[in-house]
C-alpha cells in the first residue's frame, strides 16, 4: 500500500490527516464568490491547508487497517514508520534527524530580530517553507534544500533578515561574502 496515495485520496475526499507530532492536513472548500467592483466571479475551490496542530485523531491508521485488512496495532506501526520516514531530514554532517518547526521558527526569528516582521509573518513563512517540503517526493531533506526554502521566503519578506540569515547558513567568514550576497539579491 502506498500511504502517499491514501493521504491525496483522502484529501480529495474532503477528511483530514493528521501526522503524528508534526501538523494536520486539511481539504478546505473555499464557496463561490462575486467581487461586483472587480466585475471578477470566483468559482468553487478545494485547497489543502496544512496546520502545526495536532490532535490525536486516528482516522488514517483506521483506514490502513481497513483497506490492508490488519489489526489497528500493524497499521499503527506502519503509519508510525511513515510518519518517521517523512519528518527526517539530513544535516549537514550526514546525521538524520526528525524535522523539528520550532527549531526552523528559531532560526528564522533570530534572523529577523529588531526588524519590522511580525510573528505571524514569521509563522507564515515557517508554514510556506513545510509546504514546499511536504509537496517533495523524497521523505528525506537535505539541510541545504531547507535553507534555501529559507532564504527565498525571507527575500520576499525583509532583505536584511534575508543577509544576517544567509551569513549564518552559508558560513560567511569575509565581507566580501556579505557584498556579494547583497549584490545577488537585485538579480
Request: charged share 30%; proline share 3%.
Amino acid at each position: 500500500m502506498n500511504i502517499t496515495d491514501l493521504i491525496v485520496e483522502l484529501l480529495q475526499q474532503g477528511q483530514k490527516v493528521e501526522l503524528p507530532e508534526i501538523g494536520t492536513f486539511e481539504s478546505v472548500e473555499q464557496s463561490p464568490r462575486h467581487d461586483p467592483d472587480a466585475r471578477i466571479y470566483y468559482p468553487a475551490t478545494r485547497h489543502i491547508v496544512f496546520r502545526s496542530i495536532t490532535t490525536g485523531d486516528d482516522s488514517v491508521v483506521k483506514e490502513i487497517a481497513r483497506r490492508e485488512c490488519v489489526s489497528e496495532d500493524v497499521a499503527r506501526q506502519m503509519w508510525s514508520n511513515y510518519i518517521d520516514a517523512l519528518s527526517e531530514k539530513i544535516k549537514r554532517s550526514g546525521e538524520h534527524e526528525p524535522f523539528q518547526r520550532e527549531k526552523l521558527l528559531r532560526g528564522i526569528m533570530n534572523s529577523c530580530k529588531k526588524r519590522p516582521v511580525s510573528v505571524a509573518d514569521i509563522e507564515q513563512l515557517a508554514t510556506n517553507v513545510e509546504n514546499a517540503l511536504t509537496v517533495t517526493e523524497n521523505f528525506e531533506v537535505s539541510y541545504e534544500q531547507i535553507g534555501n526554502l529559507v532564504m527565498q521566503e525571507l527575500k520576499k519578506l525583509d532583505a536584511v533578515a534575508y543577509v544576517r540569515f544567509a551569513s549564518i547558513y552559508r558560513e560567511f567568514k569575509e565581507v566580501g561574502e556579505f557584498v556579494d550576497q547583497i549584490k545577488s539579491m537585485d538579480k
